[in-house]
């Protein structure tokens, strides 16, 4: 069965620091993983997916398909990065998401 | 430009109470829609999804029912709410095929007392 995994439920990060948030699936086949976020008072939005291959925000992504994983990255962080970060996972052509639980990021000035 | 309607964006219902959340798309046709629920300190979890009226695929057992009567309205249903009803839902659309983002509705925000 398809899983995504979220370690970290809060990240605290100084202004101008690097970030990361960890995010590791397990599923058999091709997977098509993403990036939501969801800043405060707005909707849930994608961030960025790993066919992209592109740089959203200052953000990247890279598919490590031996270690499963699906890090987000950013070498210096901004206020406005505060916000609640999803790692999703797309296993089927029905559009189905598998997200984690999600990783609260405070960026402190 | 497509937009996605969800509404109430909170709601407190007591025990035993029926439900009724509802979701619309405008501009397009033939979505794919979804009902996600968050519940606290966990995920997003996918409840229910529909590829076109009258077709509806359930995730996970539960309380809850939806319906897609119209081509772009899916709407989720309880008949007695329960106490782990509360969380916090979610409607999105896609469209379908390869390569599609997910766009989301604004939330409902559910106490069930």
């Known amino acids: 069965a398809q899983r995504v995994t979220q370690p970290e439920k809060l990240l605290s990060v100084f202004k101008g620091a690097p970030v990361e948030l960890k995010c590791n699936y397990s599923?058999?086949?091709?997977?098509?993983l993403f990036w939501y976020v969801q800043y405060s008072r707005q909707r849930l939005q994608l961030l960025l997916r790993?066919?992209s291959r592109e740089s959203i925000k200052g953000f990247t992504a890279d598919l490590n398909k031996g270690e499963t994983s699906f890090h987000l990255k950013k070498p210096f962080a901004q206020e406005e990065d505060s916000a609640m970060y999803y790692c999703?996972?797309?296993?089927?052509?029905?559009?189905?998401?598998?997200f984690g639980a999600g990783t609260q990021v405070v960026v402190t000035p | 430009s497509q937009t996605i309607h969800q509404w109430p964006a909170t709601l407190v219902q007591p025990v035993g109470s029926p439900l009724s959340l509802e979701c619309t798309v405008e501009?397009?046709?033939?979505?794919?829609l979804y009902w996600y629920r968050q519940a606290a300190g966990r995920g997003l979890q996918l409840l229910f999804y529909?590829?076109?009226?009258?077709?509806i695929s359930s995730e996970v057992p539960q309380n809850l029912s939806a319906s897609r009567p119209q081509d772009r309205q899916f709407i989720l249903s309880s008949k007695k709410l329960l106490l782990s009803d509360s969380g916090f839902y979610l409607c999105?659309?896609?469209?379908?095929?390869?390569?599609?983002?997910?766009?989301f509705g604004q939330g409902t925000r559910l106490t069930v007392v």
């Open positions: 999703a996972l797309k296993a089927d052509s029905w559009g189905k998401l598998q």
């Open positions: 999105a659309w896609t469209m379908p095929g390869e390569n599609t983002e997910a766009f």
């Open positions: 790993h066919i």
């Open positions: 529909s590829v076109g009226i009258g077709q």
């Open positions: 599923y058999s086949g091709s997977p098509e």
């Open positions: 501009g397009t046709s033939n979505p794919n």
